[in-house]
């Protein structure tokens, strides 16, 4: 794993090695069949590439491919510059902005582990799926 600043972003990169066991992690193939994670961008989002090696950028919740845009991975000329202040750490809303979570509420704001980062993002999609698949659910509007 490689992560730090490009630019405004904050990324993480995922080896090649690594792609498959973070893909099994956040269960990438479940949601999004026939891709896999290849980074974590700006904390909320996931870069994911497809079978044919197209990039896409998605929210980590909902994980959902309605939700995809194409994505192009920026040359990366330079090393990331390394942030002690974020290594190892996920920025993460206890209520995800999907569900309603305020992302400028400072108490709404967390940082936690890639693990726990896993762990929620199954979490909250699994919620996600749940709620809108749902008969009779309701929606806003």
Known sequence: MNEGWCGDDYFVLFSEDEVESASSRYNIGAAIPGHQIVALVGWDDFILRNESGSTFRVPTAPLSSTLATP???????????????????????????????????PTNTIWITHGEHAQLVNWWNRLWRDVHSAPGRLTKG
């Open 71 to 105: 994505y192009i991975i920026p040359a990366f000329r330079e090393p990331l510059l390394e942030d002690s202040r974020f290594t190892g750490k996920v920025k993460w809303y206890v209520q995800p902005i999907a569900f309603d979570g305020n992302p400028t509420e």
